[in-house]
């Protein structure tokens, strides 16, 4: 339902219905890093107790990971270790896990998301100097592996952090937030550039 | 910039994550109505404040956003260790003579 009204253009005809992303299609682009705004996803905040993972696992088709700072991923579907009963499912393929989740007997809380967080992408050679402008986490290969998400905080807020890939990170902001975290972000990039 | 080791995460994360949240161990009373008013001052706002070791609660607030309990020396703020909520007070500290 809300998945079909997300993916809607048409501004005029029904604006009082119309979902708008913020931050639409907002990219910088510094020498060493380029900041982008992803587009709408699918995602769920789900905590479950250790009992109920083999069948919610089952249900959205990705293991969820018991690790700290640890992700899964498979099919466009992310989901991301954020406490010990507390979990970040991320859809881009455009299907809902909120509905998959309805199904499954064993107890658990999820609830639907999409339109609260935002998406951006950090990627370059200078990514994880442009996060650690304000992340005090260590975002070394060593500490922070490509898979790894986390939430923590970047300048004065707070959001969850994944490496997508050796040079690249997803950050996951509040969509009230997320002027300032892509503000921030880009001026990040462009020390990371110096 | 301290780092604070969180139980549950597994490892040291900056304090910037997190938040302390007051004295550790107060138990609260099965009975609250029960409770005589000098028993329910010395619960709700005695406190002992020490000069050196103290027990506190802390949050990993921007992070798995758990409590757990530290020990912590007020002297030089160094954390001696971290544990879980609800386990009991460690009965010997590492690196303290006592």
């Known amino acids: ?33 380029k900041v982008e705004v992803l587009p709408p996803a699918e995602r769920i905040s789900l905590r479950a107790p250790e009992a109920s993972v083999p069948a919610l696992s089952k249900a959205l088709g990705v293991t969820l990971p018991n690790k700290p700072k640890t992700s899964a991923s498979k099919g466009g579907r992310t989901a991301l270790w954020l406490g010990p009963d507390e979990w970040l499912v991320i859809d881009e393929a455009g299907n809902d896990p909120l509905a998959d989740c309805a199904g499954v007997a064993a107890l658990h809380s999820a609830v639907g998301i999409s339109h609260r967080n935002i998406a951006i992408a950090v990627t370059g050679v200078g990514a994880a100097a442009t996060i650690n402008a304000g992340c005090p986490q260590d975002l070394s290969l060593d500490a922070f592996p490509v898979g790894a998400a986390s939430r923590t905080i970047l300048g004065k807020t707070e959001i969850v952090l994944l490496r997508t890939a050796a040079d690249a990170f997803r950050v996951e902001c509040w969509r009230s937030f997320s002027d300032y975290v892509f503000t921030f972000l880009s001026e990040g990039s462009r020390d990371a550039a110096a | 910039m301290l780092l604070i080791r969180c139980p549950y995460c597994e490892e040291e994360r900056p304090e910037l994550e997190f938040r302390n949240a007051g004295e550790a161990h107060i138990a609260r009373s099965a009975n609250m109505a029960g409770e005589t008013d000098d028993d329910f001052e010395k619960f709700f706002f005695i406190r002992s404040n020490p000069k050196g070791i103290i027990y506190e609660r802390w949050r990993h607030m921007h992070g798995c956003a758990r409590f757990f309990n530290a020990v912590r020396d007020t002297v030089t703020d160094k954390f001696i260790m971290t544990y879980k909520a609800g386990e009991p007070k460690p009965s010997k500290l590492p690196g303290v003579g006592k």
């Open chain 1, 1 to 33: 339902m809300a998945k079909a009204a997300a993916r809607k253009t048409a501004p005029a005809a029904t604006p009082s219905v119309e979902r708008r992303p913020a931050l639409t299609g907002r990219s910088t682009t510094a020498a060493a890093v």
